[in-house]
């Protein structure tokens, strides 16, 4: 490039990012601007440059505290910045250290976490006084070549390919337009002062590693890959619209609600083409990973009982579906009933528990319990059903394990597992919401009742 026309291009730089602004209307005048300025050549040129439209501007600052003195350095150089800008500079400083210790995680990750929490944070009070409130970042073109990279190294997916979105919720980097060089052309040639970062010439981290090393030796081979990368980016966004309404459309005709549970029928996802790529989109949604995709096909052909489970959610084959639950810390207890007792919580649900003297007609429901008083003894205990639990089914004169209850009612495995019951001295009383007891129902001689009605609760047939 000659220096003419690096000089046209360095003042082109302002007109450039007012078009850009303008053409992706990323904000309107009078909106509060939040630039999250470190005092690197990029925050501090996206400052200068947001200072020449007249943006109701203020900045945020993040100490973490790792860098000794140069740390410090960055926090006064940017408390000076807004000063000759005359804006509100907010900063905040991080125990980075301690943090690390806290969550177990690494520096850069736990310092994102730290900023963007402050952020949020920032956001939320600024709000209450400015309705459109923004958080700006100076992520630029370099860093967008750098995150697709990384992406699909890491096999992030369609979504990764496009990159960073200029515009994404209350977050706008309105700088991927331009590369760093760019920028710092821009801030020599305006005799723009700026702060370094030791540790981004280091190559501890990721992301340096990649900038320093990886897009440099591709560049000798294809000198373009920034730019090419970054047309990539813009027609990976718009395939992903495309591809997103399609999967939305298959997951819509794929998944339906049973209860509590979200059930897919196996012979119809088995049939689907590509089987994996749709999976890995049903499936992620609930936690679960590309690797863990042949996995959950291996329940296509297992017996029923058999699952695979993410950190959220478990997958479970029972009979002719597979089913999608949560999964739940076990948080179930012993709930004692005393006689006194009008209502109990319980899982969700409620019992409500009425008495009456005098003889009275039940209804059939299963949600509702018809008890003859004079046959129980308080308290009475509610709790979940275990193995080896037998009771005696209204109407019959046998016993039956609570078990095969369940199984002839055809519950799925996270029912069965949500199932309580209700006993009087060690003899279950009530199946709660399926059967009550034979041996405890109404007779035409009770003249002391109880009634026990369960609300809120969903049954599920499967």
């Known amino acids: 490039m000659s220096r003419r026309n690096e000089k046209m291009g360095v003042m082109g730089l302002q007109i450039r990012f007012q078009d850009h602004v303008n053409s992706n209307m990323l904000w309107q005048e009078g909106d509060l601007l939040l630039l999250a300025c470190s005092g690197g050549v990029d925050s501090v040129v996206l400052a200068r440059l947001l200072q020449k439209m007249n943006q109701h501007l203020e900045m945020l600052h993040c100490n973490f505290n790792l860098r000794g003195e140069e740390s410090k350095r960055d926090e006064d150089f940017v408390r000076a910045l807004a000063q000759s800008m005359d804006v509100p500079c907010h900063v905040q400083s991080f125990d980075t250290q301690a943090a690390m210790k806290t969550m177990g995680k690494g520096v850069q990750e736990v310092a994102r976490i730290l900023r963007y929490e402050w952020f949020g944070k920032m956001m ?14 100076a992520h630029h073109a370099d860093d967008q070549v750098e995150t697709i990279a990384m992406n699909f190294f890491r096999g992030t ?58 897009i440099p030796q591709v560049e000798k081979i294809f000198p373009s890959v920034t730019q090419n ?84 959610h478990r997958v479970l084959r029972n009979r002719n579906w597979l089913l999608i639950d949560p999964i739940e810390e076990n948080t179930h207890e012993i709930i004692v009933i005393e006689e006194g007792d009008e209502s109990v919580s ?27 008083l004079e046959t129980v003894s308080f308290p009475l205990i509610l709790r979940p059903w275990k193995p080896g ?74």
């Open 124 to 137: 939320e009070v600024r709000k209450k006084a400015n309705k459109n409130t923004y958080l700006l970042t």
């Open 157 to 214: 997916g369609i979504a990764g390919m496009h990159g960073m979105q200029v515009k994404s919720g209350m977050v706008i980097r309105p700088l991927l337009f331009a590369t760093r060089a760019e920028i710092v052309d821009f801030a020599n040639s305006n005799a723009i002062k700026w702060v370094d970062d030791s540790s981004n010439v280091e190559d501890n981290y990721t992301r340096n590693h990649f900038r320093h090393h990886v």
């Open 229 to 312: 990368l970054l047309d990539n980016a813009k027609r990976f966004s718009e395939m992903e619209i495309i591809y997103t309404k399609q999967i939305e459309k298959i997951k819509a005709g794929l998944i339906v609600e049973q209860g509590q549970s979200l059930a897919i029928p196996v012979n119809k996802l088995s049939a689907m083409s590509p089987i994996d790529t749709i999976m890995f989109e049903v499936f992620r949604d609930f936690g679960f990973s590309a690797h863990q995709v042949p996995e959950i096909k291996k329940l296509f052909d297992a017996i029923s009982g058999k699952s695979v489970s993410s950190t959220t």
């Open 346 to 372: 319980f899982n969700n649900s409620l019992l409500q528990i009425k008495k009456y003297d005098g003889n009275r007609l039940p209804d059939d429901s299963a949600n509702h319990a018809w008890i003859d």
């Open 389 to 462: 639990d037998y009771f005696y089914p209204l109407g019959m004169r046998k016993k039956k394990k609570v078990a095969k209850l369940l199984t002839d009612l055809k519950l799925s495995l996270a029912e069965k597992e949500n199932q309580w019951v209700i006993a009087s001295d060690r003899k279950i009383i009530w199946v709660v919401g399926r059967r009550l007891d034979d041996r405890f129902k109404l007779s035409s001689s009770s003249q002391k009742i109880m009634s026990i009605a369960l609300k809120n609760h969903l049954k599920t047939e499967v």
